[in-house]
């Protein structure tokens, strides 16, 4: 009967360290589980960052040759006797594509908000050059 207790106690203590054992496996599961999504998320947001900080750069980039495309027509029809009426419509387009390059730089807007806009901005560039009989100027800039 003595013999009883010993396993009695074996016993208690591989129950006690299956519980541990059980115990530490879910603690594991659960860290394992948290530090996969903690992973995840980090991964996810840069790559957003990355993609967003892309398009940024490329929005400004293509206002930025638009607005020295408007710049050097100004420049331009400055010698010009006519075309009075253009040349204020042209800086007015300058100002906006400053405003809409400062707005995608300083993340004050979208950037489809800005995009839609330049595509507004480009079409009154064509108007003007089609004024003016300077329509073939456009070609250069087909790809922006």
Known sequence: MADDGIFD???DDRKLADKEFTRNEEASATEGT????TD???KALQQG??????????LVENISIWRG???????SIKKLDSGQEEKIQ????YGKLLEFEQKAINSEAPLEEIRG??????KDIARVLHTLGMAHLLDTMTDL
């Open 9 to 11: 106690e074996q016993a």
């Open 34 to 37: 948290r530090e996969g999504l």
């Open 40 to 42: 995840g998320k980090d």
């Open 49 to 58: 960052f990355d993609s967003g900080f892309k398009q940024g750069f490329q």
């Open 69 to 75: 495309f408007v710049q050097g027509l100004s420049t």
């Open 90 to 93: 042209l800086y007015a387009l």
């Open 117 to 122: 806009s330049m595509e507004e901005v480009k």
